[in-house]
Nanobody
Framework: QVQLVESGGGLVQPGGSLRLTCVAS????????VSWYHQAPGKERELVAF?????????HYADSVKGRFTISRVNANNTVFLQMDSLKPEDTGVYYC?????????WGRGTTVTVTL
């Protein structure tokens, strides 16, 4: 059974950092691209970062997070990270991990990030 489990969210002040973790099970995530999405309160879910399959696959970032967020993976642990630095209040929301083994969208339950004074 394919599962994605996010963790690492929390409360942080503007300018602070968090590292989110997505642990995959039920498939080899090194063979698939993995994405992080952000859903701000009252808004639609948006892609913030993507890492392609493989050891050091190409990455893609939304303009809003370029230079602040870094996506990476440790294939041996079937894990993908999202390092978030210089956090802003508008980064507040739920962050979801996504991958598409078998060409089917799989989502985790999300982890909540709150950026506030």
């Amino acid at each position: 059974q394919v599962q994605l489990v996010e963790s690492g969210g929390g409360l942080v002040q503007p300018g602070g950092s968090l590292r989110l973790t997505c642990v995959a099970s039920g498939f080899d995530c090194s063979m698939y691209g993995v994405s992080w999405y952000h859903q701000a309160p009252g808004k639609e879910r948006e892609l913030v970062a993507f890492i392609s399959w493989g050891l050091n696959g190409p990455t893609h970032y939304a303009d809003s997070v370029k230079g602040r967020f870094t996506i990476s993976r440790v294939n041996a642990n079937n894990t993908v990270f999202l390092q978030m630095d210089s956090l802003k209040p508008e980064d507040t929301g739920v962050y979801y991990c996504n991958s598409r083994p078998g060409q089917v969208d799989h989502w985790g339950r999300g982890t909540t990030v709150t950026v506030t004074l």
